[in-house]
Antibody, heavy 125, light 107 residues
Framework: QVQLVESGGGLVKPGGSLRLSCAAS????????MSWIRQAPGKGLEWVSY????????DYADSVRGRFTISRDNAKNLLSLQMNSLRAEDTAVYYC??????????????????WGQGTTVTVSS | AIQMTQSPSSLSASVGDRVTITCRAS??????LGWYQQKPGKAPDLLIY???SLQSGVPSRFSGGGSGTDFTLTITSLQPEDFATYYC?????????FGQGTKVEIK
């Protein structure tokens, strides 16, 4: 079945680094854009980053730009998020999600239709 | 970045009630908006895309409307499984931005 499984979360000290992974299965991974979204404890959802299907395009939330790098390996069906210079405010559950595209009235629309279960990142000394 | 403002932040309702949640964008986003439902400890689920298109498998009691800057998510006849937090998300441009969420609680 269609599935996304995140891994790599854990406890890290401020200023440290962590690499998250998201293993995809059950669908043609290389056909889809992918995103990372996070949720701090007791808070709302925050979009973090996306990468296009062929890795040509990426973008980031201002809060992580310059510190986080999204990447993908289409041969391995793997999405990654390299997180450097981590701060306490990066503490959150990190979700990967598949970005689906629909053509509605001659315009493309996007939505995240498949999500992983999340991996927890805690930044604390 | 486009700011998305949801109202109310929370509401109490009874099973069978009609509930409407509002999302306002800080600029015109046409109909580039989705709605997500999140239950405690779970990942979000996509309900609506393109402001008013129902995602496959989502019950028809959910509906979305609006365009430009003002959008609504309506749940007709609230069911026990609908008590959750709802978020809007603009897909007009990057960076994508979520509303702050609306928690629907049992009265």
């Amino acid at each position: 079945q269609v599935q996304l499984v995140e891994s790599g979360g854990g406890l890290v000290k401020p200023g440290g680094s962590l690499r998250l992974s998201c293993a995809a299965s059950g669908f043609p991974f290389s056909d889809y854009y992918m995103s990372w979204i996070r949720q701090a404890p007791g808070k709302g959802l925050e979009w973090v980053s996306y990468i296009s299907s062929s890795r040509t395009y990426t973008d980031y939330a201002d809060s992580v730009r310059g510190r986080f790098t999204i990447s993908r390996d289409n041969a391995k069906n793997l999405l990654s998020l390299q997180m450097n210079s981590l701060r306490a405010e990066d503490t959150a559950v990190y979700y990967c999600a598949r970005v689906r595209q629909w053509l509605v009235e001659d315009r493309y629309h996007y939505g995240m239709d498949v999500w992983g279960q999340g991996t927890t990142v805690t930044v604390s000394s | 970045a486009i700011q998305m403002t949801q109202s109310p932040s929370s509401l109490s309702a009874s099973v069978g009630d009609r509930v409407t949640i509002t999302c306002r964008a800080s600029q015109d986003i046409r109909n580039d908006l989705g709605w997500y439902q999140q239950k405690p400890g779970k990942a979000p689920d996509l309900l609506i895309y393109a402001a008013s298109s129902l995602q496959s498998g989502v019950p028809s009691r959910f509906s979305g409307g609006g365009s430009g800057t003002d959008f609504t998510l309506t749940i007709t006849s609230l069911q026990p499984e609908d008590f959750a937090t709802y978020y809007c998300l603009q897909d007009y441009n990057y960076p994508r931005t979520f509303g702050q969420g609306t928690k629907v609680e049992i009265k």
